[in-house]
Nanobody, 124 residues
Framework: QVQLVESGGGTVQAGGSLRLSCAAS????????MAWFRQAPGKEREFVAA????????DFADSVKGRFTISRDNTRNTVYLQMNNLKPEDTGVYYC?????????????????WGQGTQVTVSS
């Protein structure tokens, strides 16, 4: 089992920045690939960014490319999502997810464990 706990959400004005953290515990070595998803009210959960164990490979949704970065500190079992130049459409609950299989995927079905989410609100 792997437990994921997100933190760092909050309310920020458009153009501002936030950094989300996801702390993993348990059998973290079994789920090397990590990702962030988000879900706005009334919408489906959507992919935001993903990163491999080494951090050498990352993937981003087109809507966040150039504004968001994903990184990880394996000594702390923590994955980060740095969000810059935030827009109102970035508002939603942000979820951390862990994947046991190889490679990075953008589908929610590809991830085995999920955190409880952290709310991000961007005001205009």
């Amino acid at each position: 089992q792997v437990q994921l706990v997100e933190s760092g959400g909050g309310t920020v004005q458009a153009g501002g920045s936030l950094r989300l953290s996801c702390a993993a515990s348990g059998r973290t070595f079994s789920t090397p690939n990590m990702a962030w998803f988000r879900q706005a009210p009334g919408k489906e959960r959507e992919f935001v960014a993903a990163i491999t164990w080494s951090g050498s490979t990352t993937d981003f949704a087109d809507s966040v490319k150039g504004r968001f970065t994903i990184s990880r500190d394996n000594t702390r079992n923590t994955v980060y999502l740095q969000m810059n130049n935030l827009k109102p459409e970035d508002t939603g609950v942000y979820y951390c997810a862990a994947r046991a299989s190889r490679g990075l995927v953008q589908s929610t079905n590809g991830y085995d464990y999920w955190g409880q989410g952290t709310q991000v609100t961007v005001s205009s």
